[in-house]
Nanobody, 124 residues
């Protein structure tokens, strides 16, 4: 069982930055691939980025490539999402997710554990 808790959301102006964190419980965190998803009002939850168990491979949605960076610290059981050059269309609830697999999927239904989410609002 893995419990995930996100933090770091907030209100920021367009062009600004935020850093989200996702802290995981459990002693086997390093065996899990991790992902970040987001859901804007009235829209489906969409894939943002994912990272493999070691942190050596990351994957990004085209909409965030070059602006967002995902990383992990297995010693701290935490993954991070550094978001730069934020745009109003990045406004959403951001959730982290975990799945015990080598290669992280981009399909939300393949993840086993989810955090409660943190709100990110980007004003124009």
């Amino acid at each position: 069982q893995v419990q995930l808790v996100e933090s770091g959301g907030g209100l920021v102006q367009a062009g600004g930055s935020l850093r989200l964190s996702c802290a995981a419980s459990g002693r086997t965190f390093s065996q899990y691939a991790m992902g970040w998803f987001r859901q804007a009002p009235g829209k489906e939850r969409e894939f943002v980025t994912a990272i493999n168990w070691s942190g050596g491979r990351t994957y990004y949605a085209d909409s965030v490539k070059g602006r967002f960076t995902m990383s992990r610290d297995n010693a701290k059981n935490t993954v991070y999402l550094q978001m730069n050059s934020l745009k109003p269309e990045d406004t959403a609830v951001y959730s982290c997710a975990a799945v015990r697999t080598a290669t992280p999927p981009s399909v939300r239904d393949l993840y086993d554990y989810w955090g409660q989410g943190t709100q990110v609002t980007v004003s124009s």
